[in-house]
């Protein structure tokens, strides 16, 4: 049985998913290591569990704190290719605002974080199943070049910045579908919402606010 938790941190979303090993999606901004060690701890399972580190992109809020969770886990870290430049050198990758409240948030993105090797680089469709979660990692480029979502075999999917959960990152309607307020090729990012609606998800996981509301039709943010 594959259960996913989503760990709530200040401004994103991680989630550990939980088969016969524990596999980490994302990993916050940075000093938000005890956060995720006290999930874990939640869960009746140990750091040491952990098989694997995976991304959904390479933005501040979601590698924060992979180096200080690998040096204590020993586990793999895993990005898309395309993504994995910015983040051997700590960086976000470049991202456009598509709206007003974008362009505003665009000042409060720290661009940087503790960079680390990358184990595993991702290049098409990445199988779970040896990291012990019945699952895949499927492309969905758009937010970044590099972004992907993960695709269990129970129907769920964690789909990181292709959309967003609500206003003001999740803050207000949470499960409202939203598209993100910053993406880097919106043809892509169409692309990548039709591929996943396609699987049509049990449930919806993103890295801001959700998890999502089924078949709601999703909404610009008004400004
Ligand atoms: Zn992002
Ligand atoms: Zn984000």
Redo the contacts with the bound molecule.
């Keep these: 049985m594959t259960q996913v938790i989503q760990i709530r941190l200040k401004i ?1 979303n991680a989630f550990l998913i939980l088969g016969e090993k524990l596999v980490l999606v994302d990993t916050g901004s940075s000093g938000e290591t005890s956060t995720i060690l006290n999930a874990i701890r939640k869960a009746g399972l140990d750091i040491n569990d952990l098989s694997l580190i995976l991304h959904t992109h390479a ?1 501040f ?2 590698c924060g704190c992979t180096a200080d969770l690998q040096e204590k886990s020993g586990a793999l870290v895993a990005i898309h290719k395309f993504d994995s430049h910015a983040f051997l050198e700590g960086r976000s990758v470049p991202v456009k605002p598509i709206n007003l409240f974008g362009k505003f948030l665009m000042y409060f993105m720290k661009d940087g974080y503790q960079p680390t090797k990358i184990d595993i680089l991702i290049e098409n469709e990445f199988d779970l199943h040896s990291y012990g979660v019945a699952g895949k990692v499927i492309m969905t480029p758009g937010h970044t070049p590099g972004s992907i979502s993960v695709l269990l075999d129970n129907g769920e999917i964690i789909a990181g ?1 292709l959309l967003g959960g609500g206003r003001l990152v999740g803050l207000f309607q949470p499960e409202r579908p939203r598209y993100h307020h910053w993406y880097l090729d919106m043809n892509d990012v169409e692309k990548s919402i039709a591929r996943v609606m396609a699987t049509s998800p049990k449930r919806l996981y993103v ?2 606010g959700g998890p999502l509301a089924g078949n709601e039709p999703i909404k610009h943010f008004s400004w």
Excluded: A, L
Aim: glycine content about 14%; hydrophobic content about 0%.
């Design positions: 994103s933005h809020d979601h910045d890295g801001h």
